[in-house]
């Protein structure tokens, strides 16, 4: 075969990959029609959904926008105005996203490895459940899945030796970087890195400043346009603040599984409590004030918690934050069979973490030190916040780039019966499945978060006045959970609005007997 036919039939089969991941998120699709929740957005997604809705019916931008990182409810506003408010048009564009994504993840592989590694990471990929789950939520994940791979790419360009061909990778560098940032302000430690990296073993300062000056050009005028309109410039969302408390408290086993509902209201009224005027941004200083006293009058404690959150980031199991995949694997079969956990043992992750060490182990750590380091600036940042499921996604892909490769070379040295190099890989990876699936359970694995996702369809179906919709959703909350205060409260009044007045009543006295002083 001449090399204009290998190429041809390589970018082919990088395009039937690619084809697969967006047919196997279309199938999950259309089987988990059955799941409450598929077109109901729940907490984070509802407060995305509503934004959106708010911005592109009736032009509604105030400092409530911002609330959140910004440019994901501003793509999802774009998105209404082209399509009409559809849930489904957000998650086909999400979906296409990820078949983007998993080209983008095999062009990485071909880069650092070769074409059987590539292909073997878009597979990877393709069939990696809790990017298939995530792909179709309303949530910034998909997005800050595809900056990272993109990042990833254009940093393997910059180091490449061909000058000509990467004058002006620098400053999409710099736009790229900052188009993560304002979907995810965890992005902040990779983009400084990547701009900031004396490629080639040497500083270059025309690089650096073109790297900031894409920055810079995003940056700036998004500031600039939002302070105008809110009177924020909205780079630090004023969440943040919350969540960083959420992550560094000495009561974290509470505060990581806070409820939705009053447990929340509690948290975030907590500085209007202490003396704080009302708004967003006002209770900032509150929460960075409670983080820095814990820091500082109990670092032990800090240290400590710090690593428990590394062991969250690496462990072999999803953990939830609002949404628990594993309870929405019965409306999917597809979603069934590509995750999963049997007792501690998670798939795919028990498999995905041990292949990377074998990758990086046949590899070489120093071969791919800026990538590596990449990865490390982001999990950091996660672990200085908390982690979970969908916050740990964006290491996905690089991690599956490494997975093929370990699966390759231990296959290959396995064909060849290269026994002195097999059996300490196979030992890496027992050694690495073991520590990534023994520690836990953890805390915010025991929350019933099923009974959260009814509670929450319910409560859309109550604000909508679907009253017999919100009776079926809320009597489902209480049954998986009869502890569920909430549940019971607003199923009485959903009953009251049905003139049921008997009924209403028994779930009435629950919620008062459950909190008396609800």
Request: hydrophobic share 50%.
């Amino acid at each position: 075969m001449s090399w204009c036919g290998a190429v041809k039939k390589r970018e082919f089969l990088f395009w039937l990959v690619a084809i697969l991941a967006v047919f196997v998120r279309l199938v999950h699709l259309l089987e988990s029609g059955d799941d409450p929740s598929a077109f109901q957005p729940l907490v984070d997604s509802r407060t995305y959904h509503e934004l959106a809705v708010g911005l592109a019916e009736n032009g509604v931008l105030d400092e409530h926008f911002l609330w959140q990182a910004p440019l994901y409810p501003l793509l999802l506003a774009i998105l209404y105005r082209l399509f009409g408010v559809s849930l489904l048009a957000v998650k086909l564009f999400q979906i296409l996203l990820a078949g983007a994504t998993c080209f983008l993840t095999m062009r990485l592989g071909r880069r650092i490895f070769d074409d059987t590694t590539a292909l073997v990471a878009g597979i990877l990929v393709a069939f990696c459940g809790p990017l298939l789950f995530f792909d179709q939520q309303l949530l910034a994940t998909s997005l800050a899945v595809f900056w990272m791979i993109t990042l990833a790419n254009i940093v393997v360009s910059i180091q490449q030796p061909n000058q000509s061909a990467r004058q002006g990778l620098p400053l999409f560098l710099g736009v790229v970087g900052a188009l993560a940032f304002l979907t995810r302000p965890t992005f902040l430690p990779v983009v400084l890195l990547l701009v900031l990296w004396p490629y080639r073993k040497r500083i270059c300062l025309k690089r650096m400043g073109l790297g900031l000056a894409g920055l810079l050009l995003v940056l700036v005028p998004f500031g600039m346009k939002m302070q105008s309109m809110t009177g924020h410039p909205g780079l630090f969302p004023p969440s943040g603040a919350i969540n960083l408390f959420i992550g560094n408290n000495a009561n974290f086993d509470e505060t990581i599984g806070i409820r939705t509902g009053l447990p929340w209201e509690n948290l975030i009224s907590q500085p209007m409590q202490n003396g704080f005027q009302p708004g967003p941004w006002n209770g900032q200083p509150y929460f960075r004030a409670k983080v820095r006293q814990f820091v500082l009058h109990h670092p032990g404690d800090f240290l400590k918690l710090l690593v428990r959150k590394t062991t969250h980031l690496f462990s072999s199991r999803e953990l939830p934050r609002n949404l628990d995949i594993y309870g929405h694997r019965q409306w999917s079969t597809v979603l069934s069979l590509l995750v999963f956990k049997v007792g501690p043992w998670g798939f795919p992750m028990a498999l995905l973490w041990p292949l990377a060490a074998v990758g990086l182990m046949a590899s070489g750590v120093r071969k791919n030190w800026l990538l590596f380091w990449m990865a490390a600036a982001y999990s950091l940042s996660l672990i200085l916040v908390f982690t979970a499921s969908r916050y740990r996604l964006p290491l996905l892909p690089l991690l599956c780039v490494f997975s093929a490769q370990g699966l390759v070379w231990l296959w290959g040295i396995f064909r060849q019966k290269n026994w002195p190099q097999l059996v300490p890989a196979l030992a890496v990876f027992v050694v690495v499945s073991l520590l990534v699936t023994l520690p836990g359970p953890f805390a915010q694995e025991k929350s019933n978060l099923l009974s959260e996702m009814h509670y929450g369809v319910g409560w859309n179906y109550y604000q909508k006045e679907a009253w017999p919709e919100a009776e079926k959703e809320l009597r489902l909350a209480t049954l998986a959970d009869p502890t569920f205060v909430e549940a019971h409260h607003f199923l009485g009044l959903t009953l009251v609005h049905q003139e049921r007045w008997d009924e209403a009543f028994g779930y009435f006295q629950t919620a008062v007997r459950l909190k008396p002083d609800y």
